[in-house]
């Protein structure tokens, strides 16, 4: 959509600097329900023929290339990241669009005999709601919007209040290659959100954002019994054993960990390393934290942007607070930039217990507690004693020992040597409080159809 009905919008902040530097539609529930409208009476035509939305969805993966750059500068300026690292990710989504067009759509049958032919078949759902995060606003809209086409529905998205341009833009770019209301993306506050999620012409919510913010779609679309995709938060635990080379793994670690200030749901937010090789891999790591570039995305030379919002920069630097409360050791030495953006230090944590609020959160910024251990039964223990499953890692110089262990990991996804490597044909879903249902993949894909037998009789009734 665009305007919204009563002309209203809504300041949008630069966080590198704090001040407001564009204004968004403030749509309503009126804007909302003519958009979930005009959905509906595009549904029917859209879901009829699945050679034509793989075109579509090749041609929005060509389109968004084609604005990667000036897309992602826009995404830059309303979330802070690096600029690369923005432009990356708009070329990711074009990546998923792509991919996601080569996902099966195929019946199988299951019995085909004298006396019968059975064939299960997927069928669209109709009208989705997507609701997406602020820390990777392009991405996760395309990892809605693109399987949610592909299957045959039409899909109404609200980006986060915090980030609504670039998704938005995003509309406008692939808007010409689709049908008239397919694809419409509406902004607003969590009050739209919320009646999105709610509303009954809805057949499906897919929602990446705070475990709080899922509980309460999941008891709204339980009303009306709506499919769910559920991507929550994530309190990631990473186990250095005694075999490791530090130096092999400093640099992943370290992204690992800070990628995108910390603020990502899937990033290493408790790091446990056996006590042979303690001193050694935080050493290195310090070193690598304290020479941090942090910065204006703006500047090439920044590595690091300042976190996303103003209630993100209180909330971690309450909890830095309550750290340093607790006697914890902070290990930091970034230069950050002064003014009014929100910009914190990446800094490693020594000294926590393991109740401390920096390592029971999820603190989705770039403090770093690290802990040690002794025994690799006890650490495992330790990482799954916590209410979120989202993913996690282990790192070794013997992989197949690593896999062992990671396997007994009470998470989605379980990684070895390496931490935030995602890939468009590999699910991502959480266990316990980090979520219900997948993205990506077939295995995403398959969330956005319902199933549907087909049993025909061989003999004549």
Known sequence: MERSHAGKTYDVVNPANGEIFAQAPDHDER?????????????????????????ALVSCSQAIRA????????????QGKPLAKAVGEVMGAARWFEHTASLALDPVTVRDDSDMHVVVH??????VAGIAPWNYPVMTAAWKIAPAL???NTIVLKPSPFTPLSTLRLGEIIAPLLPHGVVAIVSGGDALGAALAAHPAIRKVTFTGSTAAGKSIASAAGQDIKRLTLELG???????????????????????TFQNTGQVCSAIKRLYIHESKFDAVVERLHDRVRHTIVGDGADPATELGPLTTRQQLETVSNLAADSAARGARMLAGATIPSGAGYFVAPAL?????????????????????IL??????????????????????VWSGNAERATEIAAQLECGTA?????????????????KWSGLGAENGQWGLNGFLDLQTVSVAKVAA
């Open 372 to 393: 040690s251990f002794t025994d690799e039964a006890e650490v495992i223990e330790r990482a799954n004693a916590t209410s979120f499953g989202l993913s996690g890692s």
């Open 150 to 152: 592909l299957a045959g």
């Open 415 to 431: 990684w070895v040597n390496q931490h935030l490597s995602v890939l468009p044909d590999a699910p991502i879903s959480g266990r």
């Open 67 to 78: 604005h990667a750059e000036a897309l992602g500068r826009l995404l830059m300026l309303e």
């Open 349 to 369: 944590v020594l000294g926590l217990p393991d109740d401390a609020p920096l390592v029971v959160s999820e603190q989705f910024g770039p403090l770093l507690p």
């Open 234 to 256: 994530g309190n990631d635990a990473a186990i250095v054993l005694d075999d490791v080379d530090p130096d092999a793994i400093i640099e992943k670690l370290f992204w690992g």
């Open 122 to 127: 997927r069928r669209p759902l109709g009208v």
């Open 31 to 55: 804007d909302l329900h003519k958009a979930i409208t005009v959905a509906q009476a595009a549904f029917t035509s859209w879901s009829r023929d699945s050679d034509t939305r793989r075109r």
